[in-house]
């Protein structure tokens, strides 16, 4: 009913707009895709009715629709006059109309209008429609029974374009799923392809997000939104190779690119929708990450001037102006040079209020837009993976904002980070080139694809390991320990001797008795204790995982064979080793390797498997050992009281104390200095720990 007045007021305060109409006419298109006919339905009556034709007039409302949907109207047929918006009359539709009949009722509610403008002493009947929405014949059929035919489209767009504070918690509500599933699924879902080297195509990833983006539950919006009324206003866009920044792009088949990435969503709820778009860079170049400041600030200052003491022309120079002031002439690359955004609402994407230099119309409170400012088709020589050679890329940024009565509009999309630091991955940082995997020590594929993949695999597991290593090190600096703690390496999982021998078991009733008693030629491992439990000679011998030198797997028709390979004498002891066997047992013999065959290949390879996890614990483990061994002990960090407490802002800290750089600040007190990241994560130097204090101006990094 409210919406009902709105209408009813704005069309008396804006006849101009409504071209002198008596009435407007609605017919549902047969496509039900975004239409300005729906967006009335919806604004009016909050249902969408298809096969629906509606005239309304500052008097009356006719709608000329079927059982149901008439029934579903009956609340509003029930209205009196102290409702202040006039009574609903329904027609009701045959299953089967024919011509003659929709022309008999089109005729009835034409009549009824042309009535009401006799009355006000007029002879022509004025019908406002939708003029690109109602198909030329039924145009004509109006004509024919006796009306005049106006385009207020321009009308329905400056009604609908302004939210009442209803319509902006819907739309608050859409920004906050858009913002969820870009932060708690879709980016964690490109960071983990990302990390593991997966090979996962753009519209598989576009799917997958479009799953998500119609239950809100998997985001941790269950208890807050009704997961009927969630949608996806279009499927997600993913590109990382060829760019397309239109809202109507789709994403191709092609495997995702650890580059550039751009993500583009829009969330849909109680019709309302949102428009959100975040550019990932991985390992940016000096040029990218420039460019992206740039793109930032032009963002923001559109936004700033998007006020309704200001035009939308006025808005747009001040963000080619941020543009230029980075970089000259950077605006010439912005994706759409005549139209960054549009107006939104119900309805996705409104025709006349578009972000563009030609649109002059004064701007209201409540207004609500998708900004979208891209740099498209930028070229950059200096990534790490293309040294010399011109690589093409693009960057975008898009948000659903809100004018405000006072002041810049509001960001109805903030949740979704912007900043640098967070969509920018430094996969080289601080990190030595891996190198390369091991010529002999496993069976490799001839084919160069394969190997080629497994180098990848390789590396992308590496750069996993040293991140977890470097995180293990400082999680265990980060805890107060006595000096002596400080510089002995803790104990293994597993009981060791006094002279650090690991130990699998300590007495043979230990030994799982599953192996004990009945499956004797078992393989077991036993991950708890890092051991795995080998049938030798009909007898279970359990040997530390720390022995085992490698493992591996080959096909021998419908076996497979699982071939470990132990530390022997005269083998280079690697880094991390707890023991030299060699040294400690002169006199014994040694076993070299072991080879299992079984036609239960599932389960050999799943030992072949847990082996390998095994190590890579153990090595984690005795890599932070030995780094939180070589840790000097200082003391306590005494903080100052006084206020005025010198400070440094806006600075990096190398190494990164995550896998991407972030700002932070620095502080001095008492007796040395604390960094303190945007994060929340704090590193303590003190003063008297300081061996050198080296101070170099940092240009251009």
Known sequence: ISHYRRLLDFWAGHSDLFMGSHALFFASPENMDY??????????????????????????????????????????????????????????????????????????????????????????????????????????????????????????????????????????????????????????????????????????????????????????????????????????????????????????????????????????????????????????????????????????????????????????????????????????????????????????????????????????????????????????????????????????????????????????????????????????????????PPKKETRQSSKSGAAKREAEEEAARKRVEREAARRAAAAAAAKPKASKAATTPSSPAAPATADGLPVSYENYEQIPQEIVRGAPCRILVDAQRETVILPISGMPVPVHVSNIKSCSTSEEREYLSLRIDFFTPGQPIPAGMQYDPAQRFPQSAFLREAVFRSTNTKALAAVCRSLKEIQKRIKLRQRAQREQASLVVQESLRLSADRKLPKLRGLNCRPSLKARRGAGDLECHANGFRFISGKGEQVSVIFANIKHAIFQPAAND
């Open 35 to 436: 239409s300005k006919t729906l967006a009335m339905q919806s604004w009016l009556f909050s249902y969408e009715f298809p096969k629906t034709m509606f005239m309304t007039s500052p008097a009356s409302c006719r709608v000329y629709t079927s059982g149901k949907k008439a029934d579903y109207l009956a609340p509003l047929i029930a209205l009196d006059s102290s409702s202040g918006v006039p009574a609903v009359s329904t027609i009701r539709r045959e299953r089967t109309p024919t011509e003659e009949n929709d022309r008999a009722n089109i005729q009835i509610m034409v009549d009824a209008i042309k009535e009401e403008a006799k009355a006000k002493g007029q002879e022509r009947a004025l019908v406002g429609v939708v003029a690109k929405e109602v198909p030329e014949a039924l145009q004509a059929t109006l004509r024919a029974c006796g009306a005049e035919v106006v385009d207020v489209t321009a009308a329905v767009s400056d009604l609908l374009i302004a939210k009442d504070p209803q319509e902006l918690e819907a739309i608050q509500l859409a920004a906050k799923l858009s913002c969820a599933v870009m932060g708690k699924a879709l980016i964690p879902r490109i960071e983990t392809i990302i990390d593991q080297n997966l090979k996962v195509t753009h519209k598989a990833i576009a799917t997958e997000m479009d799953a998500v983006l119609t239950d809100p539950a998997q985001v941790g919006l269950g208890a807050e939104m009704d997961r009927d009324l969630a949608e996806a206003c279009y499927t997600p866009i993913i590109q990382s190779d060829e760019f397309d920044l239109r809202p109507n792009a789709e994403s191709n088949e092609h495997e995702l690119q650890p580059q550039c990435v751009v993500l583009s969503l829009g969330a849909r709820y109680k019709g309302y929708c949102t428009n959100l778009a975040r550019t990932i860079l991985v390992d940016p170049t000096p040029d990218q990450t420039r460019r992206y400041k740039a793109l930032l600030e032009a963002e923001e200052a559109l936004v700033a001037n998007l006020t309704p003491s200001r035009t939308i022309p006025e808005a747009i120079a001040a963000a080619r102006a941020a543009l230029n002031k980075r970089e000259a002439g950077l605006d010439r690359f912005l994706s759409a040079s005549s139209n960054l955004g549009f107006g939104t609402g119900i309805e996705f994407r409104d025709g006349r209020w578009q972000v563009r230099d030609s649109c002059t119309l004064p701007l209201r409170a409540g207004m609500t837009f998708a900004l979208i400012v891209g740099l498209k088709d930028l070229e950059t020589t200096e990534h790490p993976d293309h040294k010399g050679q011109a690589c093409k890329y693009s960057l975008l940024l898009s948000d659903t904002v809100a004018v405000a009565g006072e002041g810049p509009a509001q960001i109805l999309t903030r949740a979704a980070t912007r900043k640098l630091s967070d969509v920018t991955y430094n996969l080289r940082e601080d990190t030595p080139a891996a190198p390369p």
